[in-house]
């Protein structure tokens, strides 16, 4: 299983597995606060070995980890709960549909729709991806966690690095984002408007990183991205 354990900022660190089941690279991050270590996103339940080997790189122990933050209620996020019944995690309310009986019992919390930190994260509330999908901003670091909001799905890391540019990526999504806005019943289907809504949130935020579901972690030029999503709902 092909994998990445890297460190992305003094505060935070990286996991990418690539998930030969979806031909894409599922991604989990660590986040260092007061309280120690904050767990966001946790992979699909049979991957949890493979992280949990990478938190052994640094001496880190899942009961050591402080909390446990799931942007959405998706399997390849939430999956990892089912080992981490002894630490706090949280989900937004309204994707507690989405999470499996048997995962519901090792949920503590859930969160409110904006503002409140845990452990030095402020949480956005999205709602687009699905109903409660959430951005987890880490201030000190200027670190945003925007979960499946904005992802590389399916795509490769350039040059096999977990954070880089990702310029290739970054302007097919742009081109993406131009052509959902031009087809009225694509954006009718999917909720376009309610995407903007959100991706205005996070752009209001300027984070320097964006760290996404999926694939590569986006160190440069993150405010110029997410300008170029905006404009293009008006090309």
């Avoid at 660190?13 to 606060?33: A, I, P, Q, R």
């Avoid at 946790?42 to 899942?62: P, R, V």
């Avoid at 993406?176 to 903007?196: D, G, T």
């Avoid at 949130?201 to 300008?227: A, M, N, Q, W, Y």
Wanted: hydrophobic letters at 35%; one cysteine or more; a negative charge.
């Amino acid at each position: 299983m092909k994998y990445y354990f890297e460190k992305i900022t003094d505060h935070v660190y990286g996991f990418l597995l690539w998930d030969e089941s979806w031909n894409s690279y599922n991604n989990c991050y660590l986040v260092m606060g007061d309280n120690g270590y904050t767990l966001i996103d946790s992979g699909k339940e049979e991957h949890f070995d493979y992280l949990e080997t990478s938190l052994a790189e640094i001496n880190l122990k899942k009961d050591e980890i402080f909390a446990f933050i799931a942007t959405h209620g998706h399997k390849d996020h939430i999956g990892g709960l089912s080992f981490l019944e002894n630490i706090k995690s949280y989900i937004h309310s309204e994707d507690l549909s989405l999470v499996p009986e048997n995962l519901k019992t090792n949920l503590t919390g859930t969160l409110p729709d904006n503002g409140e930190a845990i452990n030095g994260l402020e949480y956005i509330f999205l709602g687009h991806h699905t109903p409660g999908s959430v951005a987890l901003f880490h201030q000190e670091s200027g670190v945003l966690f925007c979960g499946d909001h904005l992802c590389f799905f399916g795509e490769p890391l350039p040059n096999e690095k977990v954070a880089g540019n990702g310029k290739e990526m970054k302007d097919k999504y742009v081109k993406f984002i131009s052509e959902w806005a031009k087809n009225e019943e694509m954006r009718s289907k999917h909720h376009f408007e309610l995407f903007m809504q959100g991706l205005k949130k996070l752009r209001e935020i300027r984070p320097s990183i964006l760290c996404t579901g999926h694939g590569v972690v986006i160190k440069d030029d993150v405010d110029s991205f997410l300008s170029d999503l905006i404009q293009g709902h008006f090309v």
